[in-house]
Structure formats: structure tokens, C-alpha cells
Antibody, heavy 127, light 107 residues
């Protein structure tokens, strides 16, 4: 049974850093791109980032570009997101999600919408 | 980034009603659009991908249509478990973007 479990959330001060993890099981992790999506309290969904199956391609939302890095360790079946210079507006539940089947087209990662999601981890940025 | 505009933002409907939600992209996205359902405190669930393809396990009362800039999610006969918030997502070009959501409430 496919499972994604996020961890690493908590309460942090503005300007600090935080690393979130997402542990995967029940599927061949190294074959799938992985996404992060967030949701501020009472707000809608915001796509954050994606990493290709081998970690060679990464894409980011404009709101986090330059402050967020995404990485994966296929030997540990885990994807990470490192958030730096955290802002109050980064407060959200962060979900990891598995992409659909992927391919590379002219050097760009092409993948369908994520079909399997974790339950999320809450990050609160507050002084 | 491509802007995705959903309408309405909320609607009230009764069990058995036919419900239609629309999503408009600020530029053409072919058929690279998905629809999600989210219930409070839960992760989103994929309903439709590639604008009109039903995700495995999703009831056939859900359907999607459209291409280019205008898309529709239809629930043919609303069931009690369908009261939730629905989001569209364009996966045509990075950064991907969601619509702002449509909350379907009980009339």
C-alpha cells in the first residue's frame, strides 16, 4: 500500500530555516517525480516545487524560488525540502505528493498531476 | 505564471443536483488540467487528469471537459460525500498553478 509520511514541521521564527522530509513506501520511489504543495490556514492549495525521479531536474514556484531547495535520497526513499529565510506567509501545511508517470521532453520534466498525497506537516512561522 | 480562475467561489446545492464548476486559464494550456477534491483536514484527491480522464477509483458521476483556456468539472448527481472544496490545477508549464477553489455546500 502506497504511503507518504511528511515530518519536520513545527513553530519557527521568521528568518530561520527548516527542513521537511517525506518518507515514501509501497512503490518504486526512484521511478517517480515528487511534488511539494502547501496550504495556508483556511486558504487554497499552492504548488511549491517538483523534483524529477533522479533529482536532475527541479522546478519552483515564484514565491519560494531562491529560498527553497528540493532534494531526494533514493536509497532512503525520501524527498526533502529545505526552506530558508522563512516568512510569516510561509505558514502552511506542507504536503508531499507523488507525480504520475513522467517523461523528459526537450530537457523539461513532463508529468501529470500528483495522484497520491501524504497527510501533510504544519509549519508555523511566528515571532 | 499562468493564472487559473475558478467560478463560482462557492455554491449551495442539494443531493441529486447536477453541479458544474468552471476553470479558466490566463493562456492556453491544451488539455493539461487536473481536478481535485479536498475535504476539511484531509489531503486533496485527484478526480480528473488531462482535462477529461477519470482517475482510477473515482465515481463516474464526476466528469471533466474543455481544452485551451476553458474547462469544466461536472458532478452529474451530487451525493452527500461530495460536499467539499474543488480545485483545478494546470500542469502545462512550470510553475504549476491551482485555481482558488470552489466550495460546494449543502443547501
Amino acid at each position: 500500500q502506497m504511503q507518504l509520511v511528511e515530518s519536520g514541521g513545527g513553530v519557527v521564527q521568521p528568518g530561520t530555516s527548516l527542513r521537511l522530509s517525506c518518507a515514501a513506501s509501497g512503490f518504486t520511489f526512484s521511478s517517480y517525480a515528487m511534488h511539494w504543495v502547501r496550504q495556508a490556514p483556511g486558504k487554497g492549495l499552492e504548488w511549491v516545487a517538483v523534483i524529477s525521479f533522479d533529482g536532475s531536474h527541479k522546478y519552483f514556484a515564484d514565491s519560494v524560488k531562491g529560498r527553497l531547495t528540493i532534494s531526494r535520497d533514493n536509497s532512503k526513499n525520501t524527498v526533502y525540502v529545505q526552506m530558508n529565510s522563512l516568512r510569516v506567509e510561509d505558514t502552511a501545511v506542507y504536503f508531499c505528493a507523488r507525480a504520475g508517470d513522467s517523461t523528459m521532453l526537450r530537457g523539461v520534466l513532463i508529468t501529470g498531476p500528483p495522484s497520491h498525497w501524504g497527510q501533510g506537516t504544519l509549519v508555523t512561522v511566528s515571532s | 505564471a499562468i493564472q487559473m480562475t475558478q467560478s463560482p467561489s462557492s455554491l449551495s446545492a442539494s443531493v441529486g443536483d447536477r453541479v458544474t464548476i468552471t476553470c479558466r486559464a490566463s493562456q492556453g494550456i491544451r488539455n493539461d488540467l487536473g481536478w481535485y477534491q479536498q475535504k476539511p483536514g484531509k489531503a486533496p484527491e485527484l478526480l480528473i487528469y488531462a482535462a477529461s480522464s477519470l482517475q482510477s477509483g473515482v465515481p463516474s458521476r464526476f466528469s471533466g471537459s474543455g481544452s485551451g483556456t476553458d474547462f469544466t468539472l461536472t458532478i452529474s448527481s451530487l451525493q452527500p460525500e461530495d460536499f467539499a472544496t474543488y480545485y483545478c490545477l494546470q500542469d502545462y508549464i512550470y510553475p504549476w498553478t491551482f485555481g482558488q477553489g470552489t466550495k460546494v455546500e449543502i443547501k
